[in-house]
């Protein structure tokens, strides 16, 4: 009677297997790979991979024939991934081996010769710190496009009142120029901090090899400067293990969410019946499947909805770092999802809310009346009680504020109230105090820097267009 046969066993994996008799079990096979999310940086591994190979053969480590043979394979398979012809398989683990393994398909046994004075480790950090680095120019050119809408909008609106808040509340007449002002210099500092990363990244971990670097003749600042860096990263144990880039990615990231939320949460509020102060097109609302009147803006509530996303993702990696022991862990592997997930949150975001800015009707009547009411001006009556009637500003706020309880009280604004009703509280008032009780005066006479009179408005943005390069 024939014995059973024995269940066949996998193979050991190709690039660890000398002292492994069988592959992983299924489950660590699955926990194992990253070929799902590292793809991404198909393009970032290929040229990686080029230069280190060009750098190989100028140093004689290996021949010129195998280095050109090794480029011009790596050249062809990165046609065929932007193509869609390549195959990418789950047994290779990441985008590292399966560009490898294609190309020892390709060209044979001079493939082999390409991980010569290379590790996964230094692969991988200097893939990732090219990705990171694109993704931040990307991300500085989108809000300069923004700064360039909200600079154009607000060139239209640099004399349209609006209430200003504190609270809420509304507290100061300001024009819309102004305010959308406001964000131009936000964004304009969010692009500071993505050119100041950037700067910063900008070393090559290629040739730290594993941890201690090799014994090689490598060319290292061969290979920095082949692939745009300013230098080699100065220390191996630095080179593999810092993902100090990818986390100040997600920093500038965040911060730029947050200025997006705030905007995003204006334009919410501004286009609801409450403040009828814009209106956004059919392009950017989104209607009720059961009540026919809704206009809702589900564009910029989307927008604001994304900040918790991008902000998880810093949360995520900073705490997959803060315990790790120098040099590389496999934890890191958790690196790239997070990254790549806000990189792609931010790729549509921003342009999102240059398409709102550029997409919004305001409706300046309505601002107008807004900006008229709630007694906006009465820091102006206080300024014009310590300017003229020479009041310290103290005992001004206080008259101020017993003329707007006397103005609460006969429902009507402090314009409206009586030179009697102004002198039952300071018979020193004068039909001059008139003059500044306007929205229209209030926000012309903030001439100061910085301030939201239209003849300030107008020269801030001609300002900001030179520096930032609008």
């Known amino acids: 009677m024939a014995k059973p046969s024995k269940p066949k066993q996998k193979n050991a994996n190709p690039m660890w297997g000398g002292q492994f008799t069988r592959a992983p079990s299924d489950l660590m096979a699955q926990i194992n790979a990253s070929i799902g999310v590292d ?12 230069a280190h190979a060009e750098m190989l053969a100028k140093q004689g480590i290996i021949s010129k024939a195998d280095g050109a043979v090794i480029a011009k394979g790596l050249k062809e398979i990165l046609r065929e991934i932007e193509s869609g012809k390549f195959e990418f398989k789950e047994s290779l683990e990441d985008i590292h081996m399966n560009i490898e393994a294609r190309l020892a398909e390709k060209i044979g046994a001079a493939a082999g010769r390409l991980h010569t004075a290379r590790s996964r480790n230094d692969q991988v950090a200097t893939d990732f710190r090219l990705y990171v680095r694109s993704a931040l120019g990307a991300l500085e050119e989108q809000l300069k496009a923004l700064q360039q809408a909200l600079a154009k909008r607000a060139e239209e609106h640099a004399a349209s009142l609006m209430p200003g808040y504190t609270h809420l509340q509304s507290a100061q007449p300001v ?6 002002m406001a964000y131009v210099e936000m964004f304009g500092r969010d692009r500071s901090r993505a050119q100041d990363a950037a700067r910063r990244m900008n070393e090559s971990p290629l040739g730290s090899a594993a941890l201690a670097g090799t014994s090689f003749p490598i060319d290292r600042h061969m290979t920095a400067k082949a692939l745009g860096f300013d230098a080699p990263m100065a220390n191996s144990l630095d080179g593999v293990s810092d993902r100090d880039f990818a986390i100040e990615y997600l920093m500038v990231a965040s911060l730029v969410a947050v200025h997006l939320s705030r905007l995003a949460e204006e334009m919410v509020l ?21 009540m026919p009147q809704k206009r809702n803006p589900d564009a910029a509530e989307l927008v604001r909805g994304k900040a918790g996303r991008v902000f998880g993702s ?3 990696l900073l705490t997959t770092m803060k315990a790790l022991p120098l040099a590389y862990n496999k934890d890191m592997q958790e ?28 409706d300046t009547r309505a601002m107008h009346r807004a900006a008229s009411s709630a007694f906006a001006t009465a820091t102006d009556l206080a300024d014009w009680l310590v300017r003229e009637l020479k009041l310290p ?4 706020h206080h008259v101020a504020a017993k003329l707007v309880k006397i103005a609460s009280s006969k429902k009507c604004e402090l314009a409206e109230l009586s030179l ?5 509280v300071l018979p020193a008032i004068h039909q001059g105090v008139f003059k500044v009780l306007s929205v229209e005066q209030s926000a012309s006479s903030r001439t100061s820097y ?11 943005i001609a300002h900001a267009k030179k520096r930032f390069g609008l």
């Open 39 to 50: 793809k991404a940086l198909y393009a970032e591994d290929i040229a990686g991979s080029v």
């Open 175 to 180: 024009t819309l120029g102004h305010h959308l």
């Open 270 to 290: 501004w286009s609801s019946p409450a403040f009828g102060f814009i209106r956004f097109s059919d392009g950017f609302s989104t209607g009720s499947s059961i």
């Open 314 to 316: 810093l949360m995520a």
């Open 335 to 362: 690196d790239k999802e997070p990254v790549l997930d806000a990189v792609r949150t931010m790729q549509l975001v921003v342009p999102a809310m240059c398409g709102m800015v550029l997409d919004f009707t305001a």
């Open 393 to 396: 500003f103290r005992e001004a």
């Open 420 to 424: 009697a009703d102004m002198q039952s």
């Open 450 to 460: 910085g301030g939201t009179a239209p003849a300030n408005v107008k020269a801030a």
